[in-house]
């Protein structure tokens, strides 16, 4: 196990697991917001590290730059959101956010 | 030069299609012209792209590895149907502009009908499989759309439901089709596959075969799908005469005379072919004979006229059937939109409430006079040259006892013509008050009346361009008099018009075979339910719809719901990779 | 030996991230999360990056995120979960694992030494030109987006 590719790769898939897991059985919108923020910490640490083995360090980098704002602004626009849904609707609890639903 | 008009054929109807809908409902006036403006320039530049067909490909886009290139060729199966398709589509839209007029939605219809000018010019211009099945559903959408357009009355609504569903599922036939050519040749060009049908392994060629025999008899309204062209009936008669008359229900045809040299040598293929034809043909002259309503009665004859041209390619006649597609294109597209005129002055279809009405709509009746003559198979007209055509085609290639079937339906199509003009012009006036037809329908009905009677002249000129731009399918050309001669010297053209006169005869002295008339009324019974066919298609659009309000109960809405069915994808495409290495 | 306490560490924060009942307690584990990531990308080799995880992860988002919770309030919901905790089990093991199972080969990868390490500045603004543009765009897009929605509480409580 002194094998540093195989520990990051796992904790990788480890973060990658637990966000998909809260994105399944959550019901609650801000911990949905804080699941993808989960999620995308396990891609950023996979895209860095396969920059990394290649020799390629910036090329990772930069694209794990693009991924933090991108997931950024979805935390941003996403809590906004949730302030507003809660604001008019009085629930953040996802069943009970079926206006659309016929 | 092609590739621009090409490009003109299809794209403009578009471009028009989407400004029409764009200016809004305020401005109807400026929607009638822009919608008269678009269909006409593209009638113009497909009339243009007749005189440079060439069997070559003319416009290639490259779509990416799976799609394969975007071909279109502009030989003369395609120009002339693109020509067909467009110019009956602007006259159709004339005539909108008096039969639409102070209707509300007027954006929408126009957009529909523009819409589909464009996709039909494109479904065949086309010389990619999987292109061609997209126009397909273009033009099943739009026709869908245009036949429930007064969506407030729930007839309409279930008889464009119960067309769309069954056109859809006989496009199932076409995409599978499409993609056996993709799996065995690599590409989805089926030029290829036509000079060289070789190139599929025998069972899938006739997969294939049978595929696109089931989408056209879908499409074309054939047996046994044809019952949902009688209930397409509630759309706006502009409409029946341009989708379900000249122009959509051909797709099917020009689908079986294009792959005619591929699938000719499939066993049984051409047999299958030539019943289906057959039946419908015979079954819808039937069906006829007994219907009151005026409508029903040219989609009944549309049926069996289609039925004649499926006979005509299953017997190996390209030529004759395809003749006899623009000559039917041309009068039946005459008679719907002259009827369109009647039923729009006295405010019913049902001919029983008509009668008498030759006085009080001369012009009218002199159009609508000049289609029945056509259709029924008078000589001079369009109508005897095609149907002589293919009756001689049906005689010398086909078994006997279809030909026997064609002729007694040629009476028939005489028999229930005359029994329609008679119950419409003659016999004890109506009291309803009438006019008749007004300016702009007039526009639209006199060049079709023209070309109902001089349009059979182009026969050699056609024929000829035919024979140069489709190589496979080994057309033999004659000029316009030698196919007179031809058609002047068989006696199959004597034994058809002894029955034509026969059929004249017989309704001549109708009161005299009331006899004969009681003993078939079990048949009209019978002709009433469409031979049964009806409950069949109603089976099939209750359990179609039955199985999509199942299908709504995943549509949950709920996130949890959805990540997991993405979960469930992720884990299907992995696995399907894993597994192919 | 480091990088397997940094990686240990960063499951616990996250599996407490999402465990917790308090919304607030939440969120500071998922700065506690980001912190252990920004360390372990630090430690992968890639600093530059490390601190921008830093100060984005851990600051902007946490701070957000408590006003965010704070405006909303923070009542303990017991809800059930919206999929039953077998089935998502057995889709998460399912996915991970088949996604495990195609990751064998990196037992045979050593992280090479990096001979001569490039500016950061040079390749961000010249060869990724591109993302640094849609970057911007994100960012214009985000906050046309967040004004439009707030927007429409102040006018509301200004008509009221």
């Given at each position: 196990?002194?094998?540093?590719?195989?520990?990051?790769?796992?904790?990788?898939?480890c973060?990658?697991?637990?966000?998909?897991?809260?994105?399944?059985?959550?019901?609650?919108l801000?911990?949905?917001i804080?699941?993808?923020?989960?999620?995308?910490?396990?891609g950023?640490?996979?895209?860095?590290?396969?920059?990394?083995?290649?020799?390629?360090?910036?090329?990772?980098?930069s694209?794990?730059l693009?991924?933090?704002?991108?997931?950024?602004?979805?935390a941003?626009?996403?809590?906004?959101?949730?302030?507003?849904?809660?604001?008019?609707?009085?629930?953040?609890?996802?069943?009970?956010?079926?206006?659309?639903k016929? | 030069?092609?590739?621009?008009?090409?490009?003109?054929?299809?794209?403009?109807?578009?471009?028009?299609?989407?400004?029409?809908?764009?200016?809004?409902?305020?401005?109807?006036?400026?929607?009638?012209?822009?919608?008269?403006?678009?269909?006409?320039?593209?009638?113009?530049?497909?009339?243009?792209?007749?005189?440079?067909?060439?069997?070559?490909?003319?416009?290639?886009?490259?779509?990416?590895?799976?799609?394969?290139?975007?071909?279109?060729?502009?030989?003369?199966?395609?120009?002339?149907?693109?020509?067909?398709?467009?110019?009956?589509?602007?006259?159709?839209?004339?005539?909108?502009?008096?039969?639409?007029?102070?209707?509300?939605?007027?954006?929408?219809?126009?957009?529909?009908?523009l819409?589909?000018?464009?996709?039909?010019?494109?479904?065949?211009?086309?010389?990619?499989?999987?292109?061609?099945?997209?126009?397909?559903?273009?033009?099943?959408?739009?026709?869908?759309?245009?036949?429930?357009?007064?969506n407030?009355?729930?007839?309409?609504?279930?008889?464009?439901?119960?067309?769309?569903?069954?056109?859809?599922?006989?496009?199932?036939?076409?995409?599978?089709?499409?993609?056996?050519?993709?799996?065995?040749?690599?590409?989805?060009?089926?030029?290829?596959?036509?000079a060289?049908?070789?190139?599929?392994?025998?069972?899938?060629?006739?997969g294939?075969?049978?595929?696109?025999?089931?989408?056209?008899?879908?499409?074309?309204?054939?047996?046994?799908?044809?019952?949902?062209?009688p209930?397409?009936?509630?759309?706006?008669?502009?409409?029946?005469?341009?989708?379900?008359?000249?122009?959509?229900?051909?797709?099917?045809?020009?689908?079986?005379?294009?792959?005619?040299?591929?699938?000719?040598?499939?066993?049984?293929?051409?047999?299958?072919?030539?019943?289906?034809?057959?039946?419908?043909?015979?079954?819808?002259?039937?069906?006829?004979?007994?219907?009151?309503?005026?409508?029903?009665?040219?989609?009944?004859?549309?049926?069996?006229?289609?039925?004649?041209?499926?006979?005509?390619?299953?017997?190996?006649g390209?030529?004759?059937?395809?003749?006899?597609?623009?000559?039917?294109?041309?009068?039946?597209?005459?008679?719907?939109?002259?009827?369109?005129?009647?039923?729009?002055?006295?405010?019913?279809r049902d001919?029983?409430?008509?009668?008498?009405?030759?006085?009080?709509?001369?012009?009218?009746?002199?159009?609508?006079?000049?289609?029945?003559?056509?259709?029924?198979?008078?000589?001079?007209?369009?109508?005897?040259?095609?149907?002589?055509?293919?009756?001689?085609?049906?005689l010398?290639n086909?078994?006997?006892?279809?030909?026997?079937?064609?002729?007694?339906?040629?009476?028939?199509?005489?028999?229930?013509?005359?029994?329609?003009?008679?119950?419409v012009?003659?016999?004890?006036?109506?009291?309803?008050?009438?006019?008749?037809?007004?300016?702009?329908?007039k526009?639209?009905?006199a060049?079709?009346?023209?070309?109902?009677?001089?349009?059979?002249?182009?026969a050699?000129?056609?024929a000829?361009?035919?024979?140069?731009?489709?190589?496979?399918?080994?057309?033999?050309?004659?000029?316009?008099?030698?196919?007179?001669?031809?058609?002047?010297?068989?006696?199959?053209?004597?034994?058809?018009?002894?029955?034509?006169?026969?059929?004249?005869?017989?309704?001549?002295?109708?009161?005299?075979?009331?006899?004969?008339?009681?003993?078939?009324?079990?048949?009209?019974?019978?002709?009433?339910?469409?031979?049964?066919?009806?409950a069949?298609?109603?089976?099939?659009?209750?359990?179609?719809?039955?199985?999509?309000?199942?299908?709504?109960?995943?549509?949950?809405?709920?996130?949890?719901?959805?990540?997991?069915?993405?979960?469930?994808?992720?884990?299907?495409?992995?696995?399907?990779?894993?597994?192919?290495? | 030996?480091?990088?397997?306490?940094?990686?240990?560490?960063?499951?616990?924060?996250?599996i407490?991230?999402?465990?917790?009942?308090?919304?607030?307690t939440?969120a500071?584990?998922?700065?506690?999360?980001?912190?252990?990531?920004?360390?372990?990308l630090y430690?992968?080799?890639a600093?530059?990056?490390?601190?921008?995880?830093?100060?984005v992860g851990?600051?902007?988002?946490?701070?957000?995120?408590?006003?965010?919770?704070?405006?909303?309030g923070?009542?303990k919901?017991?809800?059930?979960p919206?999929?039953?905790?077998?089935?998502?089990?057995?889709?998460?093991i399912?996915?991970?694992?088949?996604?495990?199972?195609?990751?064998?080969?990196?037992?045979?990868?050593?992280?090479?030494?990096l001979?001569?390490?490039?500016m950061?500045?040079?390749?961000?603004?010249?060869?990724?030109?591109?993302?640094?543009?849609?970057?911007?765009?994100?960012?214009?897009v985000?906050?046309?987006?967040?004004?439009?929605?707030i927007s429409?509480?102040?006018?509301k409580?200004?008509?009221?």
């Amino acid at each position: 196990m002194t094998n540093i590719p195989i520990i990051i790769m796992l904790a990788v898939l480890c973060l990658v697991g637990i966000g998909f897991y809260a994105l399944l059985t959550t019901r609650n919108l801000i911990k949905v917001i804080i699941a993808l923020q989960i999620l995308v910490k396990g891609g950023l640490l996979a895209l860095v590290l396969a920059g990394r083995i290649q020799g390629q360090v910036m090329v990772g980098q930069s694209m794990a730059l693009t991924a933090i704002v991108a997931d950024t602004i979805v935390a941003v626009v996403g809590l906004a959101l949730a302030v507003q849904v809660r604001k008019h609707h009085g629930t953040i609890d996802l069943k009970q956010l079926t206006k659309l639903k016929r | 030069m092609a590739s621009t008009l090409i490009l003109l054929v299809i794209g403009l109807p578009w471009i028009g299609a989407l400004l029409v809908w764009w200016i809004g409902d305020k401005r109807s006036a400026l929607q009638h012209a822009l919608a008269i403006a678009f269909s006409v320039a593209s009638g113009a530049a497909a009339v243009v792209l007749i005189f440079n067909a060439s069997a070559s490909t003319v416009i290639s886009l490259d779509a990416g590895g799976v799609f394969g290139q975007f071909t279109f060729v502009a030989d003369g199966l395609g120009v002339y149907l693109a020509a067909i398709a467009t110019v009956i589509g602007s006259l159709a839209v004339i005539f909108s502009v008096n039969y639409m007029h102070g209707e509300k939605g007027l954006g929408r219809y126009y957009a529909m009908v523009l819409f589909f000018i464009g996709g039909m010019a494109g479904l065949v211009l086309t010389s990619n499989l999987l292109l061609m099945f997209l126009f397909w559903e273009i033009t099943a959408l739009c026709s869908y759309a245009l036949i429930a357009f007064n969506n407030d009355d729930p007839k309409a609504v279930a008889g464009g439901i119960k067309a769309l569903i069954i056109t859809q599922l006989g496009g199932i036939g076409l995409l599978a089709g499409a993609l056996i050519l993709y799996s065995q040749t690599g590409s989805y060009d089926f030029n290829q596959m036509i000079a060289n049908p070789g190139l599929i392994n025998p069972q899938l060629l006739a997969g294939m075969a049978f595929g696109c025999l089931i989408a056209a008899a879908a499409k074309s309204a054939q047996f046994p799908f044809f019952t949902w062209l009688p209930d397409a009936m509630e759309a706006p008669t502009p409409i029946s005469a341009l989708i379900h008359a000249a122009t959509m229900v051909n797709a099917g045809v020009y689908l079986l005379a294009r792959f005619f040299p591929a699938f000719e040598a499939v066993p049984g293929w051409k047999t299958s072919v030539i019943i289906v034809g057959m039946v419908s043909a015979f079954i819808s002259a039937i069906m006829a004979l007994f219907a009151y309503d005026l409508k029903r009665v040219l989609a009944y004859s549309t049926i069996s006229q289609l039925g004649y041209m499926v006979f005509a390619i299953g017997c190996g006649g390209i030529y004759a059937s395809q003749f006899h597609l623009f000559s039917h294109s041309i009068f039946k597209a005459l008679l719907f939109l002259s009827a369109g005129a009647i039923i729009h002055s006295v405010g019913t279809r049902d001919m029983r409430e008509m009668g008498g009405l030759g006085k009080k709509m001369p012009f009218t009746r002199v159009v609508f006079i000049i289609g029945a003559l056509a259709l029924a198979g008078i000589p001079i007209l369009n109508g005897f040259w095609s149907k002589e055509l293919v009756l001689e085609a049906g005689l010398t290639n086909g078994p006997v006892w279809a030909y026997i079937i064609m002729l007694i339906t040629a009476g028939l199509t005489a028999f229930y013509t005359f029994r329609m003009v008679w119950m419409v012009f003659f016999g004890k006036p109506s009291e309803k008050h009438v006019h008749d037809a007004q300016p702009a329908m007039k526009v639209a009905l006199a060049p079709l009346a023209l070309g109902a009677v001089v349009a059979w002249l182009l026969a050699g000129p056609f024929a000829s361009m035919l024979q140069s731009t489709l190589p496979a399918h080994k057309i033999h050309a004659l000029s316009t008099i030698e196919i007179m001669m031809e058609v002047i010297k068989a006696p199959a053209t004597y034994i058809a018009l002894a029955v034509v006169a026969l059929g004249l005869v017989a309704w001549w002295q109708r009161k005299n075979l009331t006899g004969i008339g009681k003993a078939f009324h079990w048949l009209g019974y019978a002709a009433n339910n469409s031979f049964g066919f009806e409950a069949v298609n109603k089976f099939i659009v209750r359990e179609t719809q039955a199985v999509a309000e199942e299908l709504r109960d995943t549509q949950t809405g709920l996130l949890n719901w959805n990540i997991a069915g993405l979960l469930i994808g992720l884990i299907a495409v992995i696995i399907i990779l894993v597994m192919g290495g | 030996m480091i990088n397997a306490l940094v990686a240990v560490a960063m499951i616990i924060c996250a599996i407490q991230a999402i465990r917790v009942k308090k919304l607030l307690t939440s969120a500071l584990w998922l700065a506690g999360c980001s912190a252990m990531v920004a360390l372990m990308l630090y430690l992968i080799g890639a600093p530059e990056i490390a601190v921008i995880e830093l100060s984005v992860g851990a600051g902007l988002v946490t701070v957000l995120f408590v006003f965010a919770i704070n405006i909303i309030g923070d009542e303990k919901p017991v809800l059930e979960p919206g999929i039953p905790p077998l089935v998502a089990w057995a889709l998460i093991i399912l996915s991970i694992g088949i996604l495990a199972y195609l990751n064998l080969p990196l037992l045979s990868v050593v992280i090479p030494d990096l001979a001569e390490i490039p500016m950061a500045s040079t390749t961000i603004w010249n060869d990724r030109m591109l993302d640094v543009i849609l970057q911007v765009l994100l960012i214009f897009v985000g906050v046309l987006g967040v004004i439009g929605l707030i927007s429409d509480s102040k006018a509301k409580e200004i008509n009221q």
